[in-house]
């Protein structure tokens, strides 16, 4: 949920500025209007030091920066010419070069060396491998190919080169590893850094009043905690306000949450934070997403990778926030796994040992002839999108009254009441007189809603027009969202498929049960597949999950998703 925010507008002296802004980080809950951009050479120059300090810590995190690819790059230039120097064997280049005779350095294919040109010329070979034979010629000669670049460097020149410059890439990486230890001592200059900055970015932001002999300040905090926050207040030297915040005043948005619901909020910040009137939707992200992760891998045993990867997680410091979604997305997985009958590849459905009640719960088979997995997605589909509608109007309601939100009533009792009379249709739970004339009355209250009071202050002409527009749009679209939703089967199809492709394969290099190599190739092929399939399972189950939320949830409930976050002065 958003929630509720105090605006407070502060008047001080000028001079009080720095010990003003000072207090307020100190109770480190107000988030202060202010530029997001550098103002001044002050602001700047925190900025590149900031900038500075990340690099820093990133290529020592990372074992790695732009001066070490540099030698590695030359150590690898190197050792290719010398392995294409070391077919000429040892010599004194300098003295070939002193005698004055021409020396001529051939490479040709084995088929195309001719032995009499040894005969013929002053020739040696020098080496002889993978099908070509190198050699030199001293002096002038026909022979029927193309002379080579001479070498600069012999085999041991550049020998010790590689020495040379392996020693020093082993030293700096030393000083990479031994600069570990300064990546706390790093992060904190980071953090104070960042710190400053939001301050004076905060101290800078208040508007001059009275020929700047005034400073007036804006900012936001959480209505919770008003009473704190007012006894603070009166102990500065200022004259201050509060009111409730507005939509116009674009306060910061927080979300407030409880833990399970709270792991989802950073796929909410991919798409934006709501607007303050807007509703919060990480708690349907929270459900809809898990769901839709579980039903793309769709096998119980990528769940149990998923959990163990989660648990290791906790101790990687960088990823450690990441490690509670990833352990209940291995739990969503697991569970809809076996919900679906399959493990690494395997369908569980089939296995006699599999106790009676929990093949109970696996969904099997079909309904009016469709795979039944198929029919849930779509179904699953459908309450999603009816879902979005319901919340649509909730807050069109809320925000624009009952008369002013017709249009979207409409909408919402034709395609969500539709949806319903069609299940009491096929539960017979309502009669067939009944029903009709329930239909009859939702359909008429549709249409005065579409076509004649979707804009209430509108000319009714205009109203039929844009109506009809909206038929269209909505007859063309909703068709295809609710088909969209037809990947959760396909990709939790396909995933298992492959596994059990892998499977099979693994299987057949057994044979006949005799010990073979067939005993090494099977694990092997089982690890590596099951490994590729679970990447690329992963991939699919976060993308289009996100796609069904981000997209279709999202247009249908009018979401917008353009807020600020909320980011408080703090020491």
């Known amino acids: 949920m958003i929630e509720k925010m105090t605006r407070y507008d502060f008047v001080l002296l000028s001079s009080g500025k720095d010990g003003f802004i000072d207090a307020l980080s100190a109770l480190g809950v107000i988030d202060i209007t202010r530029s997001a951009k550098p103002v001044d050479e002050k602001s700047a120059s925190l900025l590149s030091e900031i900038e500075a300090v990340d690099a820093c810590i990133s290529r020592i995190a990372k074992g790695t920066d732009a001066h070490l690819k540099e030698l590695q790059d030359a150590l690898r230039s190197l050792q290719k010419e010398a392995e294409s120097v070391s077919h000429w064997g040892e010599y004194d280049l300098a003295r070939l070069n002193s005698l004055g005779v021409p020396v001529n350095f051939y490479c040709v294919p084995e088929k195309k060396y001719d032995e009499s040109w040894a005969e013929q010329y002053a020739v040696a070979e020098t080496d002889r491998e993978r099908g070509k034979v190198w050699f030199v010629a001293v002096g002038d000669n026909d022979i029927p190919a193309t002379p080579l670049a001479a070498p600069t460097k012999t085999a041991d020149m550049l020998g010790q080169e590689i020495a040379g410059l392996q020693t020093e890439i082993d030293a700096y990486k030393k000083e990479l590893e031994d600069a570990k230890s300064t990546l706390p001592s790093l992060r904190e200059d980071a953090a104070r850094l960042r710190g400053e900055l939001g301050v004076y970015l905060a101290s800078v932001g208040g508007e001059s009043a009275a020929d700047g002999e005034l400073a007036v300040f804006e900012g936001f905090a959480p209505t919770s905690e008003k009473e704190r926050l007012a006894k603070a207040f009166d102990e500065l030297d200022c004259v201050w306000f509060s009111a409730e915040a507005s939509v116009e005043d674009n306060p910061p948005i927080k ?263 067939g005993w090494i190739a099977f694990p092997v092929i089982l690890v590596v597949g099951h490994a590729l399939n679970f990447a690329m399972c992963c991939l699919g189950a976060f993308v289009h999950p996100l796609r069904l939320n981000f997209l279709e949830f999202f247009k249908n409930s009018g979401y917008d998703g353009k807020g600020r976050v909320y980011k408080p002065v703090t020491k």
Request: net charge positive; with cysteine; charged share 10%.
């Open 255 to 517: 979300l407030k949450n409880n833990k399970f619901v709270k792991q989802f909020e950073m796929l909410t910040d991919m798409y934006g934070r709501p607007d303050y009137n807007e509703f919060d939707p990480t708690p349907f992200i929270s459900v809809f997403f898990l769901l839709f992760f579980a039903m793309c891998m769709g096998d119980a045993g990528y769940g149990l990778l998923l959990i163990i990867g989660g648990i290791l997680l906790r101790k990687v410091e960088n990823l450690k926030n990441l490690a509670p979604l990833v352990t209940i997305l291995g739990v969503g997985t697991f569970v809809v796994g076996i919900v679906m009958h399959t493990f690494f590849g395997v369908d569980i459905s089939a296995l006699p040992w599999i106790p009676s009640w929990l093949k109970a719960v696996m969904i099997t088979g079909t309904i009016a002839g469709f795979e039944a997995q198929m029919v849930l997605a779509l179904i699953i589909g459908v309450v999603h999108l009816c879902l979005a509608m319901i919340v649509k109007t909730v807050y069109a309601t809320r925000n624009k009254g009952f008369l002013g939100s017709l249009g979207t009533w409409g909408w919402t009792l034709l395609i969500v009441g539709g949806v319903a009379l069609g299940v009491l249709a096929m539960t017979s739970l309502v009669p067939a007189p009944v029903l009709k004339w329930i239909v009859i009355g939702l359909g008429v209250l549709s249409a005065l809603g579409i076509f004649l009071f979707n804009d209430i202050k509108r000319n009714p002409l205009k109203n039929i027009g844009a109506g009809l527009w909206d038929t269209y749009n909505t007859a063309t679209g909703l068709l295809g969202d609710v088909l969209s939703y037809l990947r959760l089967y396909a990709l939790g199809l396909a995933g298992g498929m492959l596994g059990k492709a892998f499977n099979d394969i693994a299987s057949m290099t057994l044979g006949d049960g005799s010990f073979s190599v």
